[in-house]
């Protein structure tokens, strides 16, 4: 390869001579000449690469049974390959095109050689994360840490990068490199230990996609609620919801717990978990007159109707003594709230009908039996959502009278002092 380029890139500066140029301006021209060659040679090199990198592979991961190469394509790793091609060219033309000119040969050769050393490190790391994609699928590794297994490798290759590119520029060897970082890292831990700390949460935040600015987190810890206006090194600024501003230690998104509201604003509803307390003392069985006067409510009355129809036979084949309400099977008053509530959801307009919609009893109280609501608006807009959830308890709290239901309310202190 060594002769084939030395072809290339000598065979202009006899032509110039034999023209009568100056060996100076002979020269000159023909390192221009050369790098122009070099950089097209490079450019159609890297999309021969492209697309013979690209096509093999994509016959290839149709032709396998196993989704590594799907993921390998997916992580682009072909694409950075075809980059890495041209640059070895680079490398072995530069000392040929530079052999007159030490000082830019010394300078080009290095900046080309970082950039490898650079573009290896992606390569790899794409690798590893189509690797990472990959087990994730596998059930034997679902429940595995394989994001923290392959952060902790990157770390360590991105380590040696640097210590490779430092020993490039300035011609340290590797071990001395490394025994000189070794001996001065208490230091440089005690001087820097807000830096390293804050660099390293910051690594963990973007690789895990923690938080983006634009985020709506709550942290409790530090008076935080809010869009994430700014991400650093140090320190993650907050804009509140009343408009003041809290920054907090980028190092505590690590180590301490937070709320980001991301994947509720991304999803198809946000949630509206809330319940009323029904006085126990409220709750009886519904006889037929009861029966009859809720059938009036239109949302229950086909339900009523069928219901009354199975319980009246239910009991009438047992002979079961109707004259005790108790005996036999019976409908009460808060289960039929409870069913009315559940069809007035199912037809509110504002909430997603695709996701979870209940209205369950939770465990009694000493205020109450807690009645709740368990659905999704559609409208994730705060004000909006607080509008709608307003609308559906307006609705619930006027709704209980026409079930002969109460809800529980503490007595005011102007009434224990009458009694």
Known sequence: MHKLLDKIFNFLYPIFRDWGMSRNFASYISLIFNIAIMLVLAYGIYYIAKFVLVTLTAIFAQRTKTKFDDYLIHNKTTKYTAYLIPFFFIYKAVPIILDKYEYWELLFGKIVGIYIVLISLWIIRTIFNALRDYLKQKPEYSDKPIDSFVQVIMIVLWIFGVAMIISTLFGIKQGELLTILGTLSAIIILIFRDTILGF?????????????????????????????????????????????????PTYALSSDSFQNWRGMQKSDGRRIKRHVLIKSSSIRFLNNDDLNHMKGIQLITSYIETRQAEIEKYNSLRGIDKSLLLNGRNMTNLGMFRKYIMQYLLDHPGLNKNMHIMCRQLQSTAHGVPLEIYVFSSDKRWANYEYIMSDIFDHVMASVIYFDLEIFELPSQIGRLDR
């Open 200 to 248: 390293v949460s910051s690594v963990q935040v973007a690789i895990n996609d923690m938080v983006r600015i634009g985020d709506w987190i709550t942290m409790d810890k530090f008076g935080a609620d809010g869009d994430v206006i700014e991400i650093n090194l140090t320190t993650v600024k907050v804009r509140n919801f009343d408009n003041t501003i809290t920054t907090i």
